[in-house]
């Protein structure tokens, strides 16, 4: 079996359709078809389901297959980007990180002292949903995720603790609210909301703070992404909760005023999570000895109001 082979069976498995799979991968149908049953008839199993020529997913032998190339292409890349007179120096390669929506606000932070002691790392860095991330994690479609930690489902990751994460609301400064030195979460419930989409971790988690104090979560507007939150917030018509990690993008914007939000004082952590396996690639080992010694927690704490 060659390499290319398993990556035929992963790109079908990203694309569940032989004509994408094939065109991703830049040969014919044909030649995508043949390659599956050379697969078939050296593992001697069916291992994709076919009906009136069209994909219909994997068998279950088909499944341990998939599961086998994903692992096998993985280890061939990590050892393809190996410097084997010394593993840990002039990494090279790409690192495939993958942020919830949330956690981008902080990428730079993780990022930045990476890129300077590994500058022959390329870094590809992607926002995605928490589901997304664990499942890019157990597929090895990604080598980190920056995500919530608590809200992790699948086995088999490994975390480690960033910062924790607290919740302020975000107002214009000229806003009636503006003198306030704190809000309860029962009077944010009552407020004219921009918040982001029900299925976003950051929201599950200030729709339950609500709950637990009898609101029925509600927004007025909501959103996939954080620019919306701002835009709208601008505006003086909606207003919006938001962790203090965003402050390290805000920076010192004179025109916004953020009020930390109490009763209850309720923090989430943010985290990395890799998959849990041994050797981890250098280069994986390396971001997560940088992230730890950055700080993150202390550096964000410097932007609070």
């Known amino acids: 079996m060659q390499i290319n082979q398993f990556r035929y069976l992963v790109a079908l498995a990203k694309e569940r359709h032989f004509g994408r799979a094939a ?47 994903r692992q096998f292409i993985a280890d061939h890349d990590r050892l393809l980007n190996t410097n084997w007179e010394d593993p840990d120096a002039h990494l090279t390669g790409t690192l495939r990180i993958a942020l919830s929506p949330v956690a981008m606000t902080i990428t730079s932070l993780l990022t930045a002292p990476f890129a300077a002691k590994h500058p022959g790392v390329k870094l590809s860095v992607l926002c995605k949903t928490m589901p997304e991330i664990e499942r890019g994690l157990k597929e090895f479609e990604y080598d980190i995720g920056v995500t919530y930690l608590d809200g992790l489902t699948l086995g088999g990751l490994r975390p480690y603790a960033l910062y924790e994460e607290a919740y302020y609301l975000l107002i214009p400064r000229d806003h009636p609210l503006s003198a306030r030195k704190s809000i309860d979460w029962k009077e944010v419930g009552m407020l004219p909301l921009c918040l982001l989409s029900p299925h976003l971790h950051n929201r599950i ?5 609500l709950e ?7 927004a007025v ?56 396996r041994e050797p981890l690639m250098p280069a994986v080992r390396a971001f997560v000895e940088i992230a730890q010694q950055t700080g993150v927690g202390k550096q964000l704490d410097r932007y609070r109001a």
């Open 205 to 209: 988690i200030i729709d339950r703070i």
């Open 23 to 69: 065109a991703s991968l830049g040969i014919s149908q044909s030649a995508l078809s043949q390659a599956l049953r050379q697969f078939e008839r050296h593992f001697g199993v069916p291992i994709v389901q076919r009906h009136q020529g069209g994909f219909h997913g994997f068998t279950r032998e088909g499944e341990a297959v998939l599961a086998l190339a």
């Open 221 to 276: 507007i909501e959103t996939n992404c954080s620019l919306g939150l701002f835009a709208h917030m601008r505006t003086g018509n909606w207003l919006t909760v938001v962790p203090h990690s965003y402050f390290y993008l805000l920076g010192d914007w004179v025109s916004i005023r953020s009020i930390p939000i109490v009763n209850p004082s309720e923090t989430a952590t943010i985290g990395i999570v890799i998959h849990e």
């Open 212 to 218: 637990s104090v009898g609101i029925v979560p509600q």
